[in-house]
């Protein structure tokens, strides 16, 4: 197949740099890339521009059919969601978020409280996705929590996702307290079941609309061919096209937050397996905003144990304190291949990898009956998926990615966590999810056609 | 509350099916919206779905013998989660061996069951009872 377009631009606005793809359609390659380091508050458009110029110095001065952007810039697209039951339309909210590319930073269940709503308040979200009761259910908590949400001090827009018989209501409540209020289908219209496109249409709509004028990227914007859209939710359409290939999964190490995608329906791979709870999307993505290498090396460590970094690394605790205390100072530090800090942070990512992977894989609990011994999953079961992509800057700028990407898969000491058993580990090495991510947008089958080229070698296929 | 919606489940590490697929058909076929949560459901699992479907009603089943222990402190959570007032029912083989119903009956009601149903209750005059008991006609 040929396109009729020749040369695209893709460009990742992120927090501090702005990075630049160039692809040739006709050859089916990619030209080349660059970064420049950006900030929302002098211009987005100068880091452009910076990014733009050293591009031109490698492979020279094009006519691009098309640019297209996805930003993380201003903190990425920051979102929380509100539901009546944690396990069920809490979860169903988080899940309808997530997969639309937020930045997820709480969730919260049954009446907010008074601190939550002031909590609320302190986050001052982008956006917020309001669901509560199934269809034909619970009505009262959904319209109290829109009453409270109403009277925030801060304005955001609401997306209305809930018990459909009060979802109107719910939406008058919000406008008559100045918030924009956009009423969709129900994230959970019957018990267990998810129906998360509609929400995740309209956390998208609402991104376009509101969000990209508020995080100062208008401008940049109005000199793409296709609105931006939020970059986890490039790297989402990257893996679902990756998943003609055969299920996988992908894990995304940043210095703030790791993020898990799954391609796969994640049905019991044994048939007497008995499914718990909430049926997972075959497409989801998890974001774990106390897992990062660096903003969230605080949380990160607190949650592995300094002793696990510790023996991971090869390092004394008190290296990896040290460490903890250069770059919380440094952010944007990077050590030698081989050094001590290299290692520590090797081991970093790798427990980023290993718990993110842990909270996102699902469950295999065995119970005795006098029936014999009765196996329940609980989530998806990623034992049998065929691919586990790597990327992120301290996945793919170590020096040992695969060791890092390894912490992903199935082991004995969580025998019950249904994480990947041999899958092929492909390494994102040239950071190429975000632009393909974007290019599906334009020319799914391309996109493909490259990322088989550039990532996959004739025995992945 | 949603007077014709009701919560249905085999309780505890039960995985007698068959009897589930049964009341399903015929609580729907009666008018109800059934929110089935199949076998081996936890008490927490029915209150879950309770709450956010705003049922009338929860039906425990239980076949395998321990409902006794499977079912206490139904009541008593469902008072803690704030849907305290919910109509619970349960029936099937709730004790092991062939106990007098009289007092099988008298433990399951203590517990807090509305009404307790032996393995050999007629589906149609249950269903009967559970209607008028939720004023559905």
Known sequence: MTSDMRYILCADFGSTYTKLTAIDMQALKILGTSAAYTTVQTNILDGYADALALLEKDIGTLDYDKRLAASSAAGGLKMIAVGLVPRLTSNAAKLAASSAGAKLIATYSYDLSDAE?????????????????IDGGNKEVILNNAEKIARIEYNFPVVVA???????????????????????ENVMPELNKLNVEPAKAAIRELFIRRIIDAKGLAEANAMMSLEIIPTPLAVFNACEALSEFGTLTAVDVGGATTDVYSMADGLPENAAVIEKGLREPFAKRSIEGDLGVRYSMESLIKEAGIDRIAIESGASPEAVTAHCKICTQDTSAVFPSGSTAAKIDNALAGECVRISMNRHAGRLETVYTNMGEVQLQTGKDLTKTKYLFGTGGSVINSSAPETIMAKALYSQVDYDILK???PKIIIDKNNILTAMGLLTRVDKQSALSMMKKELMSEEDM | MQASTVVLGVIGADVHAVGNKILDFAFTNAGFTVINLGVMVSQEE??????????AAILVSSLYGHGDIDCRGLREKCQEAGIGDIRLYVGGNLVVGKSDFVQVEKTFKNMGFDRVYPPSADLNEEIAEIKSDLGID
């Open chain 1, 117 to 133: 709503v002031e909590e609320i308040f302190n986050h001052r979200p982008d956006m917020i996705l309001l669901s509560g009761g």
């Open chain 1, 162 to 184: 809930g018990n459909k018989a009060v979802a109107g209501e719910a939406g008058r409540m919000l406008e008559s307290g100045g918030k924009e209020a956009v009423i969709t």
């Open chain 1, 420 to 422: 990947p058993e041999n």
């Open chain 2, 46 to 55: 029915f209150i879950e779905a309770a709450i956010e479907s705003d049922a």
